[in-house]
């Protein structure tokens, strides 16, 4: 198995010039935080047991998450299973994510939003070039997926529909239409996920500019 890539930018601990030392854990909770700069996206190994916070720093930004068995990149996380037990589009604390194979891969542990996105696919070339008319288009979240996680041997057309963390898509119950709304995430929320079995994760800062309001910030990520 190819070796992972780097899974981003490490935030700095604060410099302790004006004030006392920070304690061994606090700073191995700076070590551990990782920004994702805008418009790209990261793969990274998650073993059963860590858990995987997804932090707004900025507020209005969503992140696009898939997770596949690190045993068998075939498994990959599933819209349909997953919405078809929970029997509602909107997910939050309490609820698991599931496979195509309708194994649990994550459960969501913590969340400050409580409105996210489990419809959409990753937004793409195409998507920008039929949606937004773009002559020249940004490859996207697919493609920043695809790229990030081609080292574990994930191809383009293994990528599913995302977990869209923070993205408000709400849905008429009459007419079933959609609409894509800025996230109502603020500055520092977070959801949280537990890995059920050992996972590689792909990550981004979304790409779409209305999906985030109309302006691209980083996304950090911890993992505990």
Request: net charge negative.
């Amino acid at each position: 198995m190819a070796a992972a890539p780097k899974p981003g930018n490490i935030v700095a601990a604060p410099s302790a010039t004006n004030g006392p030392a920070p304690s061994t854990a606090a700073r191995r909770r700076h070590r551990l935080t990782c920004e994702i700069a805008p418009r790209t996206g990261v793969g990274f190994e998650l073993k059963a047991g860590q858990r995987l916070t997804v932090i707004d720093p900025r507020g209005g930004q969503v992140a696009d998450l898939l997770a596949y068995s690190l045993a068998d990149v075939r498994e990959v996380i599933s819209a349909g299973r997953t919405l078809d037990y929970a029997s509602r589009i909107y997910l939050t604390r309490g609820d698991t994510l599931y496979s195509n194979r309708s194994n649990v891969m994550l459960e969501i542990v913590q969340d400050d939003v409580g409105r996210h996105d489990f419809l959409l696919t990753p937004c793409s070339a195409d998507t920008f070039r039929i949606i937004y008319g773009d002559a020249d288009p940004h490859r996207g979240c697919f493609g920043n997926l695809a790229a990030a996680l081609a080292p574990w041997g994930v191809e383009p057309d293994m990528i599913p529909t995302a977990f869209n963390c923070f993205m408000n898509v709400p849905v008429n119950g009459e007419t079933g239409e959609f609409t894509v709304e800025p996230p109502l995430s603020k500055a520092g929320d977070t959801i949280v996920f537990e890995a059920k079995t050992d996972l590689v994760i792909g990550l981004t800062a979304c790409s779409a500019l209305q999906s985030n309001g109309g302006s691209f910030k980083p996304i950090e990520y911890r993992i505990d």
